[in-house]
């Protein structure tokens, strides 16, 4: 009853939703919501903060995936949260406490009348129930973790070790062979060569989460899989969609795109310049923000293609104007005229590495220069960057420096994952093409002359990975220079050239 919580668990009650949507399957699906928000205040972020597979590993293993022919299965797991205990067994402590409201009361007590009528109470004139949260719901802060530390326990339990360079990705050996899972909260990607193995996963599931309901599972070359479709189709090669994300995009675009409102590239040459144009209002603004992030979210799964434009627009949210307006046009036309184009990776060496880091010199208004950054290991850019450099650089040298510092983390980072994952790395190789920067990214202080003996002694931390055998740096010539896609807005040829490179593609 009302009269038994204490102050405290009363003051922290929080209210319930009831939340209503239509799936892709066109079935409607009803959640109840524990109104989370409110709750930041007394709940630690450590304490809420679940991981989640890093997109950078769901593109590696799925391209190792391909590359060894295994079978996928992709999996659902209904109802996960509340299956998972807010508290331990016997453990003693302040409860969680949800208000039910509204006609969820009326609807309560229409179900059990026996059972609820007595709990009801009023507050504000309206109908209250109060309830003891036994269980994590969604939209509490901390059931996303509960969930994570409870399946994590449960795989380990059956002999999945954990990748020490992503906390969402677990293997174990079956038959001599590696079974690979990759998880988004309840969402997961399971791979082995034999089909049997995936079977016998699939059973297990059912039989931990399937109480409740079937745990759904996928199989077959093709995938949904979050936000994406993941198609094994192609032999040795695996294809990550995004055409309805596309298709619904330009549909919600504030400005009517045309079947013949196309764009040969994602921006004109002058994406970088800033001539003076009004702000947009706020309404604009915010479209403005929303469309961008929109895209910012394809080209992180599928189209990395629009990566540059994306980032140079991301710099401009704050303050866009009519102008960035006109540039978000223009991508959207390069969509509406791309709509089907997606990512397509493949390995040739899983031993092998490739990493090409480029720099555009001084080229934001305020005269920062632009770290573009391509990783491959045979089809297509597994990895892509595409980011304005926090300090302002003296010269392309430094410049070029500067990008190599931006991307040295994911540089050594893929090589741990991957050999976390089992697999020896023979070759992790930096491409530049300015030998000014690999002298001194390889020689260190010994190459430092007059005009760069003022750089951070942080930008030669590559030199000691160098001599260490983390990686090495080799000079390509500027015309295979893949990282210049991600620095600036190409066109014509050269364009078209490098984007089949990224995206993996056959032919335009």
């Given amino acids: 009853m009302v009269k038994d919580l204490t102050s405290s668990e009363k003051k922290k009650a929080q209210e319930s939703f009831m939340f209503l949507t239509e799936k892709n399957d066109k079935k409607i699906k009803g959640r109840l919501v524990y109104n989370g928000k409110p709750t930041r205040g007394f709940v630690n972020k450590e304490d809420s903060a679940s991981p989640t597979a890093a997109n950078e590993s769901i ?51 229409e179900i059990d009348p026996q059972l609820f009528a007595s709990y009801v109470t009023r507050e504000n004139n309206r109908k209250v129930i109060y309830v003891v949260v036994l269980k994590a719901l969604y939209g509490m802060l901390i059931a996303s973790l509960l969930w994570y530390q409870k399946f994590r326990k ?35 990607l399971s ?3 034999d089909s049997s193995v995936n079977d016998a996963f699939l059973k297990w599931l059912n039989q931990k989460y ?9 199989r077959g070359k093709v995938h949904k899989y979050l936000g994406m ?15 309805d994300y596309v298709v619904d995009m330009l549909n919600e675009f504030p400005s009517k795109v045309g079947s013949k409102d196309t764009a040969s590239t994602p921006a004109s040459s002058s994406l970088f310049d800033d001539k003076n144009s009004k702000l947009l209002d706020h309404r604009k603004k915010e479209q403005f923000h929303t469309f961008v992030a929109k895209c910012l979210f394809l080209s992180k799964r599928a189209r990395p293609d629009i990566q540059l434009t994306v980032a140079v627009l991301s710099t401009r949210v704050k303050g866009p104007t009519n102008q960035d307006w006109l540039r978000l046009e223009r991508l959207m036309k390069y969509l509406n005229g791309t709509r089907t184009f997606h990512l397509t990776l493949g390995i040739d060496n899983v031993k092998v590495i490739k990493w090409f880091v480029d720099a555009s010199y001084g080229v934001h208004p305020d005269m920062k220069s632009h770290t573009g950054s391509i990783m491959t290991m045979g089809t297509g850019a597994i990895q892509s960057g595409s980011g304005k450099q926090r300090l302002n650089t003296r010269s392309s040298t430094e410049a070029e420096l500067v990008g190599v510092d931006d991307v040295i983390s994911k540089i050594l980072w893929t090589k741990l994952f991957i050999e976390e994952q089992e697999y020896v790395i023979e070759k992790n190789i930096l491409f530049q093409d300015n030998k000014s ?24 931390f590559v030199t000691d990975q160098v001599r260490l055998g983390n990686m090495e740096i080799r000079h390509c010539r500027t015309d295979n220079m893949f990282g210049d896609y991600m620095t600036k807005p190409l066109q014509g040829e050269k364009f078209r050239e490098f984007r089949r490179m990224i995206l993996g593609m056959e032919g335009d």
């Fill in 59 to 109: 593109n590696i293993t799925c391209a190792i995936d391909a590359h060894e022919d295994r079978d996928v299965m992709t999996a659902d797991i209904p109802n996960a949260f509340v299956q998972t205990n807010l508290r331990k067994e016997n453990e003693v402590g302040e409860k969680v406490i949800m208000k039910v409201t509204g006609v969820l009361v009326d609807m309560l007590v």
């Fill in 154 to 188: 449960d795989l380990e339990s059956i002999g999945f070790k954990f990748n020490l360079y992503d906390s969402c990705v677990a293997n174990r050996m079956i038959c001599g062979k590696q079974h690979t899972i990759r998880f988004h909260v309840d969402d997961i």
């Fill in 191 to 193: 791979s082995h060569v």
């Fill in 210 to 218: 399937g109480s409740l309901k079937e745990v759904s599972a996928t």
């Fill in 229 to 243: 479709v993941i198609d094994f189709s192609s032999k040795g090669k695996v294809k990550f969609r995004m055409d």
């Fill in 437 to 460: 920067s690999i002298l001194l990214e390889t020689n260190g202080r010994k190459s430092a002359g007059k005009r760069s003996r003022h750089i951070n002694i942080r930008y030669f």
